[in-house]
């Protein structure tokens, strides 16, 4: 079965960091880009970042460039989120979900880690 | 970057009944070179990550009830339920994977009448 596990959660102080962590199963996790997508509390989905399966390329939304590093290890079969300089507005809950991408359906998700920021 | 407009906000609809979702969006999003629709519907319930249900617009996931349909071609699309149930109450979402940045539309909270 493909499953999806999102860890590293928590609450975080304003210009804090935090790293999450997406542990894969079930398919070959090298094959597929992986997607961080995130909701904040009451509200829809948003996009955050994409790293292409090999992990040579990635792709950030223009709100968390320059403070969010995606970034996977095929051998662990796990993909990460960065969070650096942290603010209220990344309060969310973060999923990662396989092949979310440009041409890809994405088609299984994780239950999700919640991040709080707040003093 | 591509916006996805869904319409109504919120639907009301009996048990039994049909409802219908709109999404629009801002770009074209139908690929020529293989005639796809990158077009996609997600559900999602209250405290569950979203479930895919449709892509390439019309293309029903492998164990989603076939009362969910998906219509429309490059601009314009449709999700239907045609016989609603009580399990299907949740948010739905269209969402365009025909390029970086992906994007969704702001969902459509689906209740019972």
């Known amino acids: 079965e493909v499953q999806l596990a999102e860890s590293g959660g928590g609450l975080v102080q304003p210009g804090g960091s935090l790293r999450l962590s997406c542990a894969a199963s079930?398919?070959?996790?090298?094959?597929?880009?992986m997607s961080w997508v995130r909701q904040a509390p009451g509200k829809g989905l948003e996009w955050v970042s994409v790293i292409t399966g090999s992990g040579g390329a990635s792709y950030y939304a223009d709100s968390v460039k320059g403070r969010f590093t995606i970034s996977r290890d095929n051998s662990k079969k796990t993909l990460y989120l960065q969070m650096d300089s942290l603010t209220a507005e990344d309060t969310a809950v973060y999923y990662c979900?396989?092949?979310?991408?440009?041409?890809?359906?994405?088609?299984?998700w994780g239950k999700g880690t919640t991040v709080t920021v707040s003093s | 970057d591509i916006v996805m407009t869904q319409s109504p906000d919120s639907l009301a609809v009996s048990l039994g009944e049909r409802a219908t979702i709109n999404c629009k969006s801002s770009?074209?999003?139908?690929?020529?070179?293989?005639?796809?629709?990158?077009l996609a519907w997600y559900q999602q319930k209250p405290g569950q990550p979203p479930q895919l249900l449709i892509y390439w617009a019309s293309t029903r996931e492998p164990g989603v009830p076939a009362r969910f349909s998906g219509s429309g071609s490059g601009t314009d699309f449709t999700l239907t339920i045609s016989s609603l149930q009580a399990e299907d109450v949740a948010v739905y979402y269209c969402h365009q994977y025909y390029s970086t940045p992906v994007t969704f539309g702001q969902g459509t909270r689906l209740e019972i009448k």
């Open positions: 079930g398919f070959t996790f090298s094959n597929y880009a």
């Open positions: 770009q074209n999003i139908l690929y020529n070179s293989d005639n796809k629709n990158y």
């Open positions: 979900a396989k092949d979310l991408r440009s041409g890809g359906k994405g088609d299984v």
